[in-house]
């Protein structure tokens, strides 16, 4: 059935839309040694937008993300059709065909993004390997959203070189916050169910002891194996290799001190045999207790 409601690529009330002239982008944003890596070359929120469509046969010269807040549509990439819901973001790459539409019952509230850079691809490849047919569930965030106005307001201001550089910086944060929403999203509650997280938390309060593989499995309640698989997924490491990451940023802080040995720092930080610990830190900083302390001890003479 042929979809009745006029289609149209923007003019809808309330809508907000700034392009970037080619001019600042050839000037300036491909040649700055911080905005060449990522910027933005046009940015808009169209609010409850009824008869939205566009339809691109070989793409277009920007990454693309859509941020969908209320309402719904669809969009199609590469003949592959996708469903997009609130919470849920795509991420269409740069040249790459595709076809979006609001929702014509219940038409979406967006916010979108379109960027370029060196570094561009590579952190679109990276969103699109956490994504599910290129549509994300995230969960809405004011600060979210506060980093997506922020970058607007100041485009608004103009096109200085600080401005353009801080809306630009401003955007590699709104990129972390698509890729690890874990991180940017966490608040730690009292009844907190993220066991890895909660772990964690577990560790900065133990810093100052022993504890065990089999002792941080009986916290999460999981079985070693399953506990040490699904933490390894999370932070890249096993527990207690994570665990000693974590002591030795302490002992940093610790050799700082003038009135503290060494062999006391070790002691500090559960580790009774002061040999094992120096062992651990050259491993892990490069470089011996003593010298690390040597180098950044204040007032010394390179």
Known sequence: MRDKTARKREGFEGQRLIVLPKKISTDF?????????????DIGYYPKAKGHYMKRATGVGQHIIIYCVEGS????????????LPSQFITI????????SANEQ?????????????????IVELILQHAKNYKPYLPYNEHRIKLFEDIYSNLERGYTADNLRYVNMIFYHFLSSLLYE??????KHPDEKDVIAATLD???????????????????????????????ERTGYAPVEYFNHLKM???CQYLLLPDITIKEVASTLGMDDPYYFSRMFSKLMGVSPKEYRKRNKSGSVS
């Open 93 to 100: 790459p740069m040249n790459t065909p595709h076809i979006y």
């Open 182 to 187: 874990d991180k940017f999203n966490y608040v």
């Open 106 to 122: 219940d038409p979406w509230t967006i916010y979108w993004i379109h960027f370029k850079g060196e570094l561009a691809a590579y």
């Open 29 to 41: 944003l491909t040649k700055d040694p911080i905005t060449r890596q990522i910027y933005v070359t």
């Open 73 to 84: 549509g669809w969009v199609e990439i590469n003949r592959k059709r996708v469903e997009v």
């Open 249 to 251: 940023q302490k002992a």
């Open 202 to 232: 577990l560790m900065q309060q133990q810093i100052h002891t022993r504890v065990t593989l089999n002792e941080f499995a009986e916290f999460a309640n999981l079985s070693v194996s399953y506990f040490s698989t699904i933490f390894r």
